[in-house]
């Protein structure tokens, strides 16, 4: 299979995204670590047996950290280095929205929470993934957690934009460091991905929030958005993890630093 022999690490694993690329990742032979904050162990457990129902043989373990925590990160990277080997699949996907208000209004404890979790975190977790791969000589594949957010400037929402905007320039940087090493780092860009928890409360949100944008109520917000989307739709988790999947595989062998947009042509 596809991933056979490969270690993926997942964060934000009890969320949508991550849930749907773990259980991908188990189908296709991989041995996963589902990882999400501690208040998500119950979900994370229920991860932990799609994995198991999606492929039987594969060793799937779970771990909780927080992503902005480096003390926490590691310890919890070598329980499961101990458990599953050195994770050589890392999908960086754990994020967090953030408020919805205009930007002069926007509040700034908020802002730095938004950034110390989208892109602290994401640093964070690649470099103790990096770090346990250099350290036994192995090459590897990392995907970060961008957003077109970070190009098409949704309102209300500038402490997200900035901080998946970020995640791209980090992603760059971090390709071009780890080349020498074989370590690949890409990221990937989804739009507007559903149903499920950040596309209603985006919805919800935007809604709630006024803006010369958007309506104020869910059905009107929920069509101007799709009507944004040349392809006249939301995309689906599994379609965000089939990409993940791809760039985390031999397939993507020659691709590094590269951001794939998953927008249905949306821009
Ligand atoms: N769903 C979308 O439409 C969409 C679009 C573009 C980008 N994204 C990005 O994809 C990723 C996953 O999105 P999702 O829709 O699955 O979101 P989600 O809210 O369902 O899942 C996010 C997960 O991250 C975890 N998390 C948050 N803070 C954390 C922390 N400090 N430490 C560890 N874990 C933490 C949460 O507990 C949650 O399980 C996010 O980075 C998001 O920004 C999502």
């Known amino acids: 299979m ?46 932990v047996e799609a994995c198991r129902s999606a492929n039987p043989a594969a060793s799937v373990t779970m771990a909780t950290f927080d992503v902005t925590d480096p003390r926490s990160v590691e310890e919890a990277l070598a329980l499961v280095i101990d458990q599953i080997g050195v994770p050589d699949a890392v999908y960086n996907n754990a994020g967090y929205q953030g408020l919805f208000a205009n930007t002069v209004d926007y509040d700034v404890e908020d ?27 192995r090459p590897g594949a990392i995907v970060n957690a961008a957003s077109m957010a970070a190009l098409g400037g949704p309102p209300n929402m500038v402490a997200y934009a900035a901080s998946k905007a970020a995640v791209l320039g980090l992603t760059k940087t971090a390709a071009a460091d780890l080349a020498p090493n074989r370590i690949r780092v890409n990221a990937v860009s989804p739009a507007f991905i559903g149903p499920g928890m950040m596309w209603d409360r985006q919805v919800e949100l935007q809604a709630a929030t006024p803006s010369q944008y958007y309506g104020d109520d869910f059905e009107t917000v929920a069509a101007q958005m799709i009507d944004q989307v040349p392809l006249r739709r939301y995309g689906t988790a599994n379609e965000v993890a089939s990409v993940v999947r791809f760039l985390l595989s031999d397939d993507a062998s020659y691709l590094t630093g590269v951001n794939i947009e998953i927008a249905g042509g949306a821009s």
Request: charged share 20%.
């Open 2 to 47: 596809m991933m056979d022999g490969r270690v993926a690490l997942v964060t934000g694993a009890a969320g949508d995204l991550g849930e749907a690329a773990a259980v991908r990742l188990a189908a296709d032979g991989a041995s996963v670590a589902v990882c999400d904050l501690p208040a998500r162990t119950d979900a994370l457990a229920a991860v």
């Open 111 to 137: 802002f730095r929470r938004v950034q110390d979790i989208n892109v602290t975190g994401v640093f964070v977790v690649l470099r103790a993934c990096a770090n346990a791969l250099l350290a036994i000589g």
